[in-house]
């Protein structure tokens, strides 16, 4: 069975200042992982993927994820918060395996972006 | 250039009214997943069509069901809903299983 774990269910950050966002995770196979960002009343929008190439997952509106399978690690990145980036954000697993098996979310950080 | 689409985005219904909602995908994905999102929590994935194969969570109550009547449409139907049943409901695409999930704006229902 797979599962996320982030840590933190609020951060907060100042304008500007870097936003790191934990996400551990536990796989029996080698997985495939995601962030989600999601706006108030909205749906979640795919900010990145991580599909066991690059280790450094670059995506949308300036952040960035590295993989790092000695710490079951994901964590989310940016480094100048922008007022915009208030939201959840969601890390989820997804299995290699070939089934067509949904993903798995943590229960998500409320990002928080002090003025 | 939507690409998943969900009808109603606000759904009311009464306790024991059944209820439908409506997922549609422009994107031609073999799969399509639905998922309930309670307040402050994580989506919770209840069942998928992987083309017309239909894969049931095994904690998905049976007052769930879907329909998928062809590639591009698929529903949700909800029985006899119960207080407990309001959430959003998000609909999600991939083109192919374990592939990226692409997720449309949600439908959130109030069981009254």
């Known amino acids: 069975a797979q599962s996320v774990t982030q840590l933190g269910s609020h951060v907060s950050v100042s304008e500007g200042a870097l936003v790191l966002l934990r996400c551990n995770y536990s796989s029996s196979v080698p997985p495939y992982l995601f962030w989600y960002v999601q706006y108030p009343n909205q749906g979640l929008q795919l900010l990145l993927k991580?599909?066991?190439?690059?280790?450094l997952v670059k995506g949308i509106n300036g952040f960035e994820a590295e993989f790092k399978k000695s710490e079951t690690s994901f964590h989310l990145t940016k480094p100048s918060a922008h007022m915009s980036d208030a939201a959840e954000y969601f890390c989820?697993?997804?299995?290699?395996?070939?089934?067509?098996?949904?993903?798995?979310f943590g229960k998500g950080t409320h990002l928080i972006i002090q003025p | 250039d939507a690409m998943v689409i969900q009808n109603p985005r606000y759904q009311v219904t009464q306790f024991g009214k059944p209820v439908t909602l409506s997922c549609s995908q422009t994107?031609?994905?073999?799969?399509m997943y639905w998922y309930q999102q309670k307040s402050s929590q994580a989506p919770k994935l209840l069942f998928h069509y992987y083309d017309k194969d239909f894969n049931n969570e095994a904690d998905t109550p049976d007052n769930f069901q879907s329909r998928r009547p062809n590639t591009s449409f698929c529903f949700l139907d909800i029985r006899s809903p119960g207080l407990g049943d309001a959430a959003m409901y998000l609909c999600?695409?991939?083109?192919?299983?374990?592939?990226?999930?692409?997720f449309g704006p949600g439908t959130r229902l109030t069981v009254l």
């Open positions: 991580y599909t066991s190439a690059a280790t």
């Open positions: 999600a695409t991939s083109r192919d299983p374990g592939g990226t999930q692409y």
């Open positions: 989820a697993v997804s299995d290699t395996g070939g089934g067509a098996d949904g993903l798995t």
């Open positions: 994107l031609n994905h073999n799969v």
